[in-house]
């Protein structure tokens, strides 16, 4: 493994960050190590900061108006972590999701004063913030898209694509809940692999 500064360093230089503007940047930030099922954002409170994943793999969650766990995003090594606050503005940082650790993770926490440095200070921010917004966009429209479009089964097999092995790394019970059916049903499917593939929306 890289280090973890290093690594967070070779993220950022690919947006034309001058070294000037990394080293200042990363000065801002901590390396920081969670266990498997911490939590680091939690829904509703306010995110002062965001996390880059060096290694581990998370995912973001809500609880559904039943009381029910709905997974809904994964996020892995080499990509920013978040609670979809609103980092325009200082007053409204509440998390819309919380984020709990599936492994081990060590990560590069990046406060809210380092935002607002490269937001005034770093002359790519503007571009990068868009770029990384209309990343997590096209995210969620093909994660849309794929609900219409694609059986549960393919659905199953496109998220191991996006996120390599998360299939071995995460318990199924978990992408289930990502694919909105059943670990039963969709453990029913993948041994039966034959036949339409029927959409169960229901959380456990």
Excluded at 1 to 28: A, C, R, W
Excluded at 148 to 157: A, C, D, I, M, N
Aim: contains cysteine.
């Amino acid at each position: 493994m890289l280090d973890p500064i290093h690594q967070f360093k070779m993220f950022l230089s690919k947006y034309g960050y001058t070294e000037s503007d990394l080293n200042q940047l990363v000065s801002m930030c901590e390396v920081v190590e969670f266990k498997k099922g911490d939590i680091t954002i939690k829904a509703g409170v306010k995110q002062h900061q965001i996390y880059f994943i060096c290694k581990g793999i998370v995912r973001n969650y809500i609880f559904t108006n039943d009381g029910q766990v709905k997974t809904n995003g994964f996020r892995m090594e080499n990509m920013t972590s978040t609670g979809y606050s609103n980092y325009n503005y200082a007053e409204d940082l509440k998390a819309k999701t919380s984020v709990e650790c599936l492994e081990d993770c060590i990560m590069i926490k990046i406060p809210f004063n380092a935002i607002q440095f490269m937001v005034h200070n770093c002359a790519n921010s503007e571009k990068v913030g868009r770029l990384i917004a209309e990343h997590h966009v096209m995210e969620l429209v093909d994660i849309l898209i794929d609900m219409e479009t694609k059986s549960l089964l393919e659905r199953y097999y496109n998220l191991d694509k996006k996120f390599p092995n998360i299939i071995q790394r995460v318990p199924q019970h978990i992408i289930a809940s990502f694919l909105g059916t059943t670990p039963v049903h969709l453990s029913r499917i993948k041994n039966a692999k034959t036949g339409p593939l029927t959409f169960v929306n229901k959380f456990e």
